[in-house]
């Protein structure tokens, strides 16, 4: 039905379906780069990756775009879908590899032979798994033990985990830690920035056949932003439903009524007004609006620090909440008790955010700076990425800046970047350091980093995800 303005609009297909299509992959807000970053983990990483992204933000694409621009050499093995058993997964990756199971052993013997024989052909094989935060826990098991498989050198197969935040959680569990310890890189696709959306929406519509001004209003986009929030497949549902409805007027563009009609036809609420922008906030509360996390302070936390309950990715999604306690979209942004008061300013100049690095001095400052240092990265211009290098837990501050002052001095005189997050009761301290243009650089970074700092596995993020408002609803 949608489909009836293509004539209306001189377009060739529709440009906003939600079925994955390869040729109309954006590059744009970072996903060009993490694709390029994705190529170069599964050609040169030996282990687990994970990709995480919320409902509709685009991780299928992703995906799909990896399987048709592997690198040379990479055989792939795709599973669409994660809810096999063990022994199904199994039987699975051997119909894909083209493996008889019945004249071996096992399945794994079966499996392990045809690797090697690809390995010895000089062919490697790397495992795609969309969904995965669905895959039961006997089949995630399963994929561990398949990770253990390997010459004197290295692994047989690397395996690529795309799923929603729940995969970390899921990760987290201490049932499930030997999975955890074998992921060596973790990646995040983050909401559309608002600012990229019309050249979003031009991009599609461009590459649908269409030619002339973007046919919504600024009104339009606006309002598709606030209700899509950055989602990916919201926009597509809200742009074609909103094109519909201004082919329907007989209108060359769609305006503000089009995109509310649409809304209310996806049944979609759209807000009354603007969040507040994370920039409006001072530093402490910028911070924590980028995290999502109720509290920033230096304060003393009591009561033990709980590891296992972190994720294990190091990942700034909460851990599952206590029973009875309050979901944090319950506490509005711009609710008062939400905006952690500002810390005092530091009586020094505030430099670029990608300047070279200074040196920062040890003791009560550390954290303070850090924290600053990380404000200062995220409201600079534009995206680029840094490198989660540790995820700190302490009953005390104390304790706390004692483990920040002994990573700060194994960098090497890397300043360190840092944000607190959880509760008092058991608060983490979030540690970053770098600023590259593009995931790939910042991948390749983590060689250079010290080796005391390499055993942490650090993780690329991004400016875009890490300071996102929408992405902590």
Not at 256 to 271: I, K, N
Not at 390 to 405: F, I, M, Y
Not at 407 to 418: I, Q, S, T, W
Request: charged share 20%.
């Amino acid at each position: 039905m949608s489909t009836l303005y293509l004539e209306h609009f001189g377009l060739g297909e529709a440009p906003f379906s939600i079925t994955p299509n390869p040729r109309f992959f954006y590059a744009g807000s970072g996903r060009g780069s993490l694709l390029q970053a994705l190529r170069y983990a599964v050609q040169s990483e030996e282990g687990i990756v994970t990709v995480i992204g919320e409902v509709g933000s685009g991780k299928t694409m992703l995906c799909r775009m990896l399987l048709d621009d592997l690198p040379e050499g990479i055989d792939a093995i795709y599973l669409a879908n994660p809810s096999f058993s063990r022994n199904e997964i199994l039987d699975a990756i051997a119909h894909d590899l083209g493996v008889d199971t019945s004249q071996a052993p096992t399945r794994v013997d079966a499996l392990n032979a045809e690797l090697i024989r690809r390995f010895g052909a000089g062919r490697r094989v790397v495992l795609l798994i969309d969904e995965a935060h669905a895959m039961p826990r006997d089949s995630l098991e399963e994929v561990r033990l398949l990770s253990n498989l390997e010459t004197s050198t290295q692994k047989l197969l690397n395996i690529v985990l795309f799923g929603q935040p729940e995969l970390n959680e899921l990760l987290a569990q201490r049932d499930l830690r030997q999975l955890r310890e074998r992921v060596v890189q973790r990646f995040e696709l983050g909401p559309l920035p608002r600012g990229e959306l019309r050249d979003y929406l031009a991009y599609r519509m461009q590459t649908a056949g269409y030619r002339g001004a973007l046919p919504f209003s600024d009104a339009a986009v606006a309002l598709i932003a606030r209700a899509a929030g950055g989602i990916t497949r919201r926009i597509h549902i809200l742009a074609d439903k909103a094109l519909l409805s201004a082919f329907a007027r007989n209108a060359p563009r769609a305006e503000s009524e089009d995109v509310r009609r649409a809304c209310r036809d996806a049944g979609l609420a759209l807000p009354s007004a603007w969040r507040p922008g994370w920039r409006a906030a001072g530093i402490a509360a910028a911070v924590a609006l980028a995290f999502g996390i109720g509290h920033f302070s230096a304060g003393t936390g009591g009561g033990p620090a709980a590891a296992d309950a972190a994720p294990a990715s190091g990942s700034l999604v909460p851990a599952p909440r206590p029973e009875g306690r309050p979901d944090r979209a319950a506490a509005s942004p711009e609710s008062p008790a939400a905006m952690p008061p500002e810390p005092a300013a530091v009586a020094s100049s505030p430099t670029p955010a990608d300047a070279p690095p200074t040196a920062a001095p040890m003791g009560g400052d550390t954290l303070q700076l850090a924290a600053q240092r990380l404000a200062h990265w995220l409201s600079a211009e534009g995206n680029a990425y840094t490198l989660q290098v540790a995820t700190l837990a302490g009953r005390e501050r104390a304790g706390l800046l004692r483990q920040l002052d002994t990573l700060a001095a194994e960098l090497d005189g890397r300043p360190p970047m840092a944000a607190l997050r959880g509760s008092d009761a058991a608060p983490t301290l979030v540690v970053f350091v770098g600023s590259h243009e593009d995931a790939a650089s910042a991948a390749a970074a983590v060689d250079q980093l010290p080796a005391a700092i390499r055993t942490n596995q650090p993780i690329v993020r991004s400016r875009a995800t890490l300071r996102s408002g929408d992405s902590i609803r």
